[in-house]
Nanobody, 125 residues
Framework: QVQLVESGGGLVQAGGSLRLSCAAS????????MGWYRQAPGKQRELVAS???????NYADSVKGRFTISRDNAKNTVYLQMNSLKPEDTAVYYC???????????????????WGQGTQVTVSS
């Protein structure tokens, strides 16, 4: 079993900063890609940022220069540093892990597309 647990959301004024964390638990051997998505009310879930195990990153245009994604492979944890927050960044932020190799009773297994429960980020104007 693989579980993702996010933390770090909250309420912040425009221009402020927040740091999100997401820890993956289970008998994990490796994770290929980890990322952050967000979903605002009435909108579709969208990619915010992603990072591979090798450190390659990808960002949505709307957050480039303001958000930074990083990960600690030893801890199976991904972070999202969000600076210069805007009211339009308000959403539920979800952590995602893809390409996970973990140890099950029957041996090593691979799994895809795991999601955390989400953490609310609210930016006031």
């Amino acid at each position: 079993q693989v579980q993702l647990v996010e933390s770090g959301g909250g309420l912040v004024q425009a221009g402020g900063s927040l740091r999100l964390s997401c820890a993956a638990s289970g008998s994990i051997f490796s994770i290929n890609a980890m990322g952050w998505y967000r979903q605002a009310p009435g909108k579709q879930r969208e990619l915010v940022a992603s990072i591979t195990s090798g450190g390659s990153t990808n960002y949505a245009d709307s957050v480039k220069g303001r958000f930074t994604i990083s990960r600690d492979n030893a801890k199976n944890t991904v972070y999202l540093q969000m600076n210069s927050l805007k009211p339009e960044d308000t959403a539920v932020y979800y952590c995602n892990a893809d390409g996970v190799i973990f140890l099950a009773r029957s041996g090593y297994q691979s799994g895809y597309d795991y999601w955390g429960q989400g953490t609310q980020v609210t930016v006031s104007s």
